[in-house]
Each structure stands twice: as C-alpha cells, then as structure tokens.
C-alpha cells in the first residue's frame, strides 16, 4: 500500500491532535511547506512533570522522536524507504519551564542520502538537535540515527502489477 502525500499543514494539525502528544503537552509550532524544517514546544504541566517538578525524560525524548525521519521522508518522496533505527539523548540540565526543539534539514544532507542510495546502497546518516529552554539553556542533545534506502521494485508494487498481467 503507498503512502498518501500530506501537506506540512495537515501533519501539524493531524500531530498536535494525536493522543501521544496531545497528552504529554508536546505541540508542532511549525513544519516548513518544503519540509527542510520543524519546531515543537513541550510545556511543563503537572501531568508531564517528574518526581522532582522538571520534565519527565520521556516526555523531551518524545517531542524529539518521529521529526527527522518525517522530514527526511517527505523531502525524499514515495521512492525511498525511511525508518529510525537508533537514537541516543544526553540530559544535559533540567527543564523547567516551556522547552522547544528545531530540526533543520538542509538540501547538502539529502543530497548525500541520494547518492549513497542511488546504487541501491542504504545511507544511514546521524542527525543531530537540542532542546532549549525558552531562555535558550541546552536542556538537552538529541541524535537520531536513520535507514535509508530507494525503494525495489518489489517495494514498489511493481511485482504485484506483474503478476496480475500473467
């Protein structure tokens, strides 16, 4: 089954309804027409505060998760497989207070996707953000690992179509 195309627009609104983040407190302030960029805000609530009063972990890995795999899986379009594999984040000090993340996904980088992945080879570039405080204190480093590779003709559909022509 293909995907269906999205617009940015629709993905903001569709995500800032979706259980997990409307529930946390995370919200998608922006996704760039072109999808080369994002930002999202975490607020501090007492339904997503730790033990000690600052945001639970969780809750900054989560406001982070799905952005650089759904930028780099609009911008690369149908005939690309795009999936995270690893991901790592370093608390670095507490969140307090509203705390925001940018993704910024320049052209140069995708450009080394598609020729890594242009032989069939499968590209798995590192990504790399912060979340900030709204004071612009590092609350913590984000990096996403992901899978990349074009699409086989099988991945395609193509074998199906194939098979109902014999």
Avoid: C
Avoid at 18 to 45: K, M, T
Avoid at 75 to 99: C, H, M, N, Q, T
Avoid at 111 to 138: C, H, K, Q, S
């Amino acid at each position: 089954m293909s995907r269906r195309p999205i617009s940015a627009r629709t993905l903001r609104r569709a995500m800032n309804w979706w259980p997990p983040y409307l529930f946390s407190g995370v919200r998608v302030l922006r996704f760039a027409d072109d999808w080369s960029s994002a930002r999202v805000r975490l607020r501090l609530r007492w339904f997503n505060r730790n033990y000690v009063g600052t945001h639970f972990g969780g809750s900054l890995f989560a406001m982070n998760d799905p952005f650089w795999m759904l930028l780099a899986m609009n911008r690369l379009g149908r005939d690309y497989i795009v999936w995270d594999k690893a991901a790592e984040i370093d608390f670095v000090s507490p969140g307090r207070g509203d705390v925001f993340a940018e993704f910024e996904l320049d052209e140069d980088r995708m450009e080394e996707i598609r020729r890594i992945t242009a032989d069939g080879g499968t590209a798995l570039p590192w990504f790399e953000n912060e979340v900030l405080a709204a004071d612009g204190t590092v609350v913590a480093r984000v990096r996403k690992q992901l899978y990349v590779r074009r699409k086989r003709p099988v991945d395609r559909g193509f074998a199906k179509a194939e098979s109902a022509k014999g």
